[in-house]
Structure formats: structure tokens, C-alpha cells
């Protein structure tokens, strides 16, 4: 069964970047599509973006000038780098498993728990 | 900016069935495929249907989905207890150029 789990900091200060990394567990980051998804206190679901195995992104065009996606297939890890944070960027962060098409459907199939991140000073 | 509307809530008895609707416009669900999530509180959303009507391996058959028009609707039928959770709609916005998710809509099962 696939498993992810999100790691990062709890507490960024406005203006530093949140750094979260994601490390998938029992399969191979290969061929498959690798989101982040965030939910804002009391908000609904936002779509950050994607990257796949072969570092090829697509970032959701409201963040795209905050946002760097990597991939390291050596540690079965992705991360994410958000820069220039302000308290909007407090959320719930989740990564994500899609499938071998992203355009097949855009569907997230794995999800991990979750990792409450809050912007404050 | 479009967004998918969810009922906040419904409510049914254990047993009986619900429906939970997901409305958006031509640029997403009239054009798109649509998926839905279950979400409990402190666990990983899980996957319960996706391209409209198929369910992954391990999802029962108590889960239904359908699409039309700019409509989607997720069907759970023989309630159980343990079916309380909030669930999500989510799809591709071609004006966007994003994935949309629905406001989420929270299952009580009295």
C-alpha cells in the first residue's frame, strides 16, 4: 500500500519560505504524477501544482511565482518550496499520488495526513 | 472565479441512502472528469471515485458517482456510522488551468 507522509517546520515567519518534503513509502516515485494540494483554515481545498518523476511541472497559476516543485527519485521524496509567505499561506499541506496521466482524470489517489503549516512572527 | 458549489450538509439514517450534489459551469465539470474525496477529521482524504463513475480497488459499491450536464453527483447508499466525513468534488478548470475542489460537504449519519 502506498503511503505519504509530509515533513517540514510547523512555524514560518512571514516573508521566509516554507520548505515541505514528501516521502513516499511502499512504491516507486516513478511514473507517476506528485501534487500538493493546501486547505486554509475554514477554506476549501486549493490545488498548488504537480511534478513528475521526470521533474516536469505544472503549478497553479495564482502561485506560480512562489512556488518550486523538485523531485529526488533517489529518496522516493518530492518537496516543495513556497517563498515570500504572508499569514494567507497559513493551511493544512497535503502531497498527493495521481496517477500515470495526470491528464487521465487529475485525480489525487494517495493522499498523506497532512501538515498544519501557520505563517506568524 | 468558478468554483465547484457543495451542499455544507446533509443528513440520512443509517441504511438509508444520500446524494450529494456538485455544481459547476462548462469550463470544468461540463468539460472535465470529476472526482470525489472522502475527508475525516485527522486522516488522509481518501479517493472514492474518479472519471465521473469508477471507483478504485477497495472502494465498495455503496459509492456511486454520476455527471451531467455541469453537474456531478456522488451517490452512498446503506448508510453506516462510520460514513461520517466530509466529502469533496474535484476537477480540471480549463479556464483556470487548475484543479477546483467543491466547498466540501459534511455527512452526518443520525
Known amino acids: 500500500q502506498v503511503q505519504l507522509q509530509e515533513s517540514g517546520p510547523g512555524l514560518v515567519k512571514p516573508s521566509e519560505t516554507l520548505s515541505l518534503t514528501c516521502t513516499v513509502s511502499?512504491?516507486?516515485?516513478?511514473?507517476?504524477?506528485w501534487m500538493w494540494v493546501r486547505q486554509p483554515p475554514g477554506k476549501r481545498l486549493e490545488w498548488i501544482g504537480y511534478?513528475?518523476?521526470?521533474?516536469?511541472?505544472n503549478y497553479n497559476p495564482s502561485l506560480k511565482s512562489q512556488i518550486t516543485m523538485s523531485v529526488d527519485t533517489s529518496k522516493n521524496q518530492f518537496s516543495l518550496r513556497l517563498n515570500s509567505v504572508t499569514a494567507a499561506d497559513t493551511a493544512v499541506y497535503y502531497c498527493?499520488?495521481?496517477?500515470?496521466?495526470?491528464?487521465?482524470?487529475?485525480?489525487?489517489?494517495?493522499w498523506g495526513q497532512g501538515i498544519l503549516v501557520t505563517v506568524s512572527s | 472565479q468558478s468554483v465547484l458549489t457543495q451542499p455544507p450538509s446533509v443528513s440520512a439514517a443509517p441504511g438509508q441512502m444520500v446524494t450529494i450534489s456538485c455544481s459547476g459551469s462548462?469550463?470544468?465539470?461540463?468539460?472535465?472528469?470529476v472526482s470525489w474525496y472522502q475527508h475525516l477529521p485527522g486522516a488522509a482524504p481518501k479517493l472514492l471515485i474518479y472519471?465521473?463513475?469508477r471507483r478504485p480497488s477497495g472502494i465498495p459499491d455503496r459509492f456511486s458517482g454520476s455527471k451531467s450536464g455541469t453537474s456531478a453527483t456522488l451517490g452512498i447508499t446503506g448508510l453506516q456510522t462510520g460514513d461520517e466525513a466530509d466529502y469533496y468534488c474535484?476537477?480540471?478548470?480549463?479556464?483556470?488551468?487548475?484543479?477546483?475542489f467543491g466547498g466540501g460537504t459534511k455527512l452526518t449519519v443520525l
Open positions: 498527493a499520488r495521481g496517477g500515470r496521466d495526470f491528464w487521465s482524470g487529475y485525480y489525487m489517489k494517495y
Open positions: 511502499g512504491g516507486s516515485i516513478s511514473s507517476y504524477y
Open positions: 511534478i513528475n518523476d521526470s521533474g516536469n511541472t
Open positions: 462548462s469550463s470544468n465539470i461540463g468539460g472535465n472528469f
Open positions: 472519471e465521473h463513475d
Open positions: 474535484g476537477t480540471w478548470d480549463s479556464s483556470l488551468s487548475v484543479v477546483v
